[in-house]
């Protein structure tokens, strides 16, 4: 069957539209009923999405669920992942002082 990408990506949301994906093992996000699920596409280097699969796998979870768990909640809590400048300056000094010593 030769199907476009886009047709692919069609079938593959009406496929998850209809069957859902184990839950148990770790925490659901819930979704407002207003705002629809939508296909985002990401490139990602091949090491960078090997580690993806490893970590989902360690969870069982598929890697897009581990990804869009790991969005939700950067996006949910930004200021616990924006570090502040005195702790960029501390992780700079850090490896400066790495970087003397070697």
Do not use: C
């Not at 949301?13 to 925490?27: L, M, N, Q, R, V």
């Amino acid at each position: 069957m030769n199907e476009t990408p886009q047709e692919r990506i069609e079938r593959l949301a009406e496929y998850w539209d209809t069957h859902s994906a184990p839950t148990e093992g770790y925490e659901q996000v819930e979704q407002p009923a207003s705002d629809p699920m939508i296909v985002f596409s990401l490139r990602l280097p091949k090491t960078v999405a090997d580690q993806l699969r490893v970590a989902a796998q360690s969870r069982d979870l598929k890697a897009t669920e581990l990804a869009r768990e790991w969005i939700t909640q950067r996006l949910s809590h930004p200021a616990e992942h924006s570090p502040t400048a005195d702790t960029v300056a501390v992780q700079l000094e850090q490896l400066a002082a790495q970087l003397r010593a070697s």
